[in-house]
């Protein structure tokens, strides 16, 4: 059973994916992959596994961008 | 990077985080987190600290030395522990057939030995994050 919050989260994760296989700006990549961990994190806990919602949310929220943003900052910023 | 809101509310968050982190260490076989999930939770706020104040701020809090420290000794902790399973005549990490302390089901001192180890766990995770951060955002 899909309800309509489960359809709304679901195109949004592909809309994301999708968006950062595309796009050109790797610091709006790392922000959109960011939004995906956070959607994502919200679909473990609502598919009933909020130990790995928690892993999700610290990590690729957080230590992951922290990470991408450090490697950015060394590197260059477009493609 | 010098900026009163960025820092007015890191100094905020901070502190709130960590509780958190903490908590979802120590009541990891209770709750969903464990030793994972609060390390990498603690690293966060770490490296939240050290992107809104500064490398040399944030390496007076946490020194690369501790660091370095604090990763060999919680892999070493759970190596420790773990060993202790085998000293009291059981197998490697064997917990109640070693003979720890049990407790009564769903309070925070129970479970034997796996406190321990997510807390050994934890700081490794933490550990390894910041380092981690330092080594790719360090100049030169």
Redesign the interface.
């Known amino acids: 059973m899909i309800t309509i919050l489960d359809f709304l989260l679901l195109m949004f994760l592909i809309v994301c994916a999708i968006a950062v296989a595309r796009i050109r700006d790797l610091l709006s990549a790392v922000v959109i992959f960011a939004a995906y961990s956070l959607v994502m994190a919200i679909i473990w806990q609502m598919l009933g596994s909020?130990?790995v919602?928690?892993?999700e949310a610290?990590?690729g929220t957080?230590?992951t961008t922290?990470?991408f943003i450090?490697?950015i900052?060394?590197t260059q910023r477009a493609e | 990077m010098d900026d009163l809101v960025t820092r007015s509310v890191c100094r905020l968050m901070v502190p709130f985080v960590q509780l958190y982190g903490a908590y979802l260490v120590f009541y990891g076989h209770l709750s969903p987190g464990g030793g994972f999930a609060g390390g990498a939770v603690i690293a966060a706020s770490f490296i939240l600290y050290a992107l809104s104040f500064g490398q040399e701020t944030a390496s007076r809090r946490i020194a690369p030395g501790i660091s370095h420290l604090m990763e060999s000794g919680g892999g070493l902790l759970f190596v420790l522990a773990g060993l202790f399973g085998i000293m009291l005549g059981g197998t490697f990490l064997a917990n109640k057939a070693a003979g720890f302390y049990m407790g009564i089901p769903g309070q925070l001192f129970s479970g034997g030995i796996i406190m321990i180890l997510s807390f050994g766990v934890g700081i490794k995770v933490t550990s390894t994050m910041v380092t981690l951060y330092n080594s790719l955002s360090k100049r030169g």
Do not use: E, M
Request: net charge neutral; charged share 15%; glycine share 6%.
């Open positions: 909020p130990d919602a928690i892993t610290a990590l957080g230590v922290f990470l450090a490697a900052s060394r």
